[in-house]
């Protein structure tokens, strides 16, 4: 804090500006296998106010895909090799970078252990906690990148692109990933040493010594003659598989039944406090490894609308998910080295009211190529009257995603870049062709831009085939042959990088001695906790197959007491009796169709007129 002139330490008399309270945020780490504490210095700026010039967002996921198919497309001309290359860096202290602006002071009263009576800090730079901190620094880092060649893109402006070096990079928090040529990252570095304090990682790509680097807690690596690979943080699927004691489990082959805990009675009774905790926790593991998985988000999505008021149904679902990554936990989103695309397709699905509270959900997959940069399942705002409605607000929704793409394309040079709609569903084509309500009328006006922009040739709309729709997985829960053969479309492939495996074998070993040293006591010896998978498989068929006997008998009973509460009647003693309506009688089915006889010539019971079973 000294060596960067922070702070002036001043009288508190002559303190200028607000006055706020610092303290000392102590942080476990481990460096070099040993335990450390980081301490870091943050002031205490509380929101008192709205304010509108304190905000500085990090770019979506969408763009930090596209530079890795920027890298994975991109060949220099007259040279039928690639040799683009990803460079990471990491800015050190980022908020002590940005100067404070001289019309909002601040003074901060030192932490404990630097005192001063009568003194605090005049702050000359942006200190953690204080509200403009992450926004000035984002500005620093924009002034930054113009003198290394770079403009911010208007559609986000934590991205950044150089037409000298026809390259495009991103600043997520304090976190850089770009993709250049070697030559011109190494201008880049220069640069980067010159006006911060940063850590410049080994590179990823054709001809570098490093086959793997870290961004955002995500694993990219690079194999040689096939691209790049996209790794979400394994440490989350492993966690959850140790939280519901699911490793070594036998894998299911789909994350999501439409009958996981529906054998049981209690499936809807709220979870008790503790097993609460432990469903938001792995819910949200399930989330995070979602952002780069497709075939988890349905999952993900299901499980995050039932985390305010957790039942017991959500868990029976989130060890239905740990089963299927007990067998598919570790998949990498694959960038291949490919020609470079023509135009963006934007898959689109949508299913029609199957939830209780009859909101459709519907799902997307952007991909450039065969690049898949984006994927998402979301419920529509609004209720469907029909599939074909649904199917509507799901090419909104893709529209707008792809528009996005096609915007930022043509900041760095690509302008006019086609965008492409494929759904299964004529309805909804027909919709978005014409101009208006149509047939149609309770349609808001608001879903109605989409028509514009097809008129307009924005977008266009193409039909494919149902079978071969790869968004439908992310709206409903699909049958373990459906899901695979719509996994094949994807590009998702176990990984092949050395470096990430070792790391793999690692993080298994770890966690399966953590799982072996939890042992509890019985008659002075040790049990393990961790039970083998025929076990659990029997407790959970012995469980299924307890289930179902109660429910039959439960059914036979109630059947039982149904029909000796109206008697069974002889010949003689239904002649005397008067016609009874099976429209007044709950169980009208079987009455209707099992008390009745031919032979008999009066009925106790009336046979309804035919096609006509009464009202309930």
């Known amino acids: 804090m000294l060596a960067r002139h922070l702070y002036d330490l001043v009288p508190i008399s002559q303190a200028r500006g607000k006055k706020v309270r610092s303290m000392w945020l102590d942080e476990g780490r481990s460096q070099d296998g040993e335990p450390v504490v980081r301490s870091r210095c943050v002031a205490m700026e509380f929101n008192m106010y709205d304010r509108l010039d304190v905000y500085a967002g990090t770019p979506p996921l969408k763009f930090i895909k596209m530079i890795l198919s920027r890298a994975a497309h991109k060949r220099r001309n007259g040279i039928e090799d690639y040799t683009r290359v990803l460079g990471f860096y990491d800015v050190v202290t980022a908020f002590w970078h940005a100067d404070l602006p001289l019309d909002e002071p601040i003074a901060v009263i030192p932490p404990r252990g630097e005192e001063l009576d009568g003194y605090v800090w005049q702050m000359r730079k942006a200190m953690y906690g204080t509200r403009r901190a992450s926004q000035l620094f984002l500005e620093f880092m924009v002034t930054v990148f113009i003198a290394a060649s770079y403009r911010p893109l208007a559609v986000s402006r934590q991205v950044f692109y150089s037409e000298r070096h026809d390259s495009m990079a991103a600043l997520h928090g304090d976190d850089v990933i770009i993709e ?180 459709s959900t519907h799902a997307g997959c952007e991909f450039l190529g065969s690049h898949l940069i984006e994927s998402y399942v979301a419920k529509d705002q609004v209720r469907s009257l029909s599939s074909g409605e649904a199917e509507l607000y799901g090419i909104v ?16 040079g690509m302008a006019n870049w086609p965008v492409e709609i494929c759904t299964d569903s004529s309805a909804a084509i027909g919709m978005c062709s014409r101009t208006g309500v149509g047939k149609v009328r309770h349609i808001a006006t608001r879903w109605l831009w989409v028509q514009d922009a097809v008129r307009e040739k924005q977008i266009t709309l193409k039909k494919v085939d149902g079978a071969t729709n790869v968004a439908d997985m992310g709206t409903k829960s699909l049958e373990p042959k459906r899901f695979q053969e719509l996994m094949k479309l994807l590009p998702l492939a176990p990984p092949t990088c050395k470096r990430f495996l070792a790391v793999l074998a690692a993080l298994t070993q770890t966690g399966a001695a953590k799982a072996a040293s939890q042992t509890v006591y019985f008659d002075g010896e040790e049990e393990r906790l961790q039970t083998s998978t025929r076990q659990d498989d029997f407790v959970d068929s012995a469980l299924k197959l307890a289930s179902s006997l109660a429910i039959i008998a439960l059914t036979v009973i109630v059947s039982l007491r149904t029909y000796h509460s109206f008697g069974r009647p002889t010949r003689n003693a239904a002649a005397q009796c008067d016609p009874i309506d099976c429209r007044e009688i709950a169980c009208q089915s079987q009455c209707t169709y099992t008390a009745v006889r031919k032979e008999v010539g009066n009925f106790r019971f009336q046979p309804l007129p035919e096609n006509s079973h009464g009202s309930w």
């Open 180 to 359: 250049a040529e070697g030559e011109d990252l190494d201008k880049f570095d220069i640069v980067m040493k010159e006006h911060c304090s940063c850590k410049i990682m080994p590179r990823i790509g054709p001809n570098q010594s490093a086959r793997m680097g870290r961004y955002l807690k995500r694993y990219i690596c690079y194999i040689p003659g096939m691209g790049y690979e996209w790794n979400e943080d394994p440490a989350h699927v492993q966690k959850l598989l140790q939280s519901t004691g699911k490793q070594g489990a036998r894998p299911q082959l789909s994350p999501m039944s439409k009958d996981a805990g529906k054998s049981d009675p209690l499936c809807l009774d709220a979870l008790e406090a503790e097993a609460a905790t432990r469903f938001r926790s792995d819910t949200g593991s399930i989330l995070y490894v979602s952002s780069g998985r497709f075939d988890l988000q349905h999952a993900s999505q299901t499980l995050s609308e039932l985390m305010s008021k957790p039942i017991r149904l959500g868990l029976a679902r989130v060890e239905r998910c740990a089963r299927y990554l007990a067998g598919s936990g570790f998949l990498a989103l694959v960038f291949r080295h490919e020609p470079e695309p023509t135009k963006t397709v934007v898959i689109v699905d949508s299913n029609w009211s199957e939830e209780p509270d009859r909101y």
């Open 397 to 412: 929704d893709g529209a707008a995603r792809g528009i996005m793409t096609r915007n930022a394309l043509a900041e760095i």
